[in-house]
T-cell receptor, first 114, second 117 residues
Framework: KNQVEQSPQSLIILEGKNCTLQ??????????LRWYKQDTGRGPVSLTI?????NTKSNGRYTATLDADTKQSSLHITASQLSDSASYIC?????????????FGRGTQLTVWP | EADIYQTPRYLVIGTGKKITLECSQT?????MYWYQQDPGMELHLIHY???????EKGDLSSESTVSRIRTEHFPLTLESARPSHTSQYLC????????????????FGDGTRLSIL
């Protein structure tokens, strides 16, 4: 069964600190993995996308890594800011069908305290 | 910022009412989607469309229906709302990619939070 599991479920850090969010997946055949940020009351916004051949991708203070062999990804946030408080969702796409369907994790709820 | 809009943002309504959730995008995207999201849970695809006059059911069974008469408009309708329909509904759109949906980013609206009393 294709699944996407994220950990931790929630995380609280102090402003200025770094943190790493984890995503494990069993989706096969794999097409790409995307991290989304969802602010409270808003829709998700894409942060990064990685295909099978890519093992790291950065977007400002966000750096995503991918290990396609172990089917794991991480999202590292550097020098956190209050505006980083949000849910971070890992989304994996397969390439086994015309639809190329998306599998969503439940997200990690990050809270940054001043 | 993606140009995709959902109205209303919040709706509290009684059981048995007919509801239409609006979704419009100005990017000319062919593909549009409706997701249902409960607090702390993953998004579930309930409907999608590849273009005008194309609608398909998603992975999660839903009593709602959709229509795609115009490229930019993808409304979702509940004929008779029930408390079990209480949820957040997110609309998204994406460009037509060479292979499948996952290669093109989905642009999401800010959702409609629906509460049925």
């Amino acid at each position: 069964k294709n699944q996407v599991e994220q950990s931790p479920q929630s995380l609280i850090i102090l402003e200025g600190k770094n943190c790493t969010l984890q995503c494990n997946y069993t989706v096969s055949p794999f097409s790409n993995l995307r991290w989304y940020k969802q602010d409270t009351g808003r829709g998700p916004v894409s942060l990064t996308i990685m295909t099978f051949s890519e093992n790291t991708k950065s977007n400002g203070r966000y750096t995503a890594t991918l290990d396609a062999d172990t089917k794991q990804s991480s999202l590292h946030i550097t020098a956190s800011q209050l505006s980083d408080s949000a849910s971070y969702i890992c989304v994996v796409s397969d390439r086994g069908s015309t639809l190329g369907r998306l599998y969503f994790g439940r997200g990690t709820q990050l809270t940054v305290w001043p | 910022e993606a140009d995709i809009y959902q109205t209303p943002r919040y709706l509290v309504i009684g059981t048995g009412k007919k509801i239409t959730l609006e979704c419009s995008q100005t990017m000319g995207h062919d593909k549009m989607y409706w997701y249902q999201q409960d607090p702390g849970m993953e998004l579930h695809l309930i409907h999608y469309s590849y273009g005008v006059n194309s609608t398909e059911k998603g992975d999660l069974s839903s009593e709602s229906t959709v229509s795609r008469i115009r490229t930019e408009h993808f409304p979702l309708t509940l004929e008779s709302a029930r408390p079990s329909h209480t949820s957040q509904y997110l609309c998204a759109s994406s460009e037509k990619g060479p292979t499948g949906d996952g290669n093109q980013p989905q642009h999401f609206g800010d959702g409609t939070r629906l509460s049925i009393l």
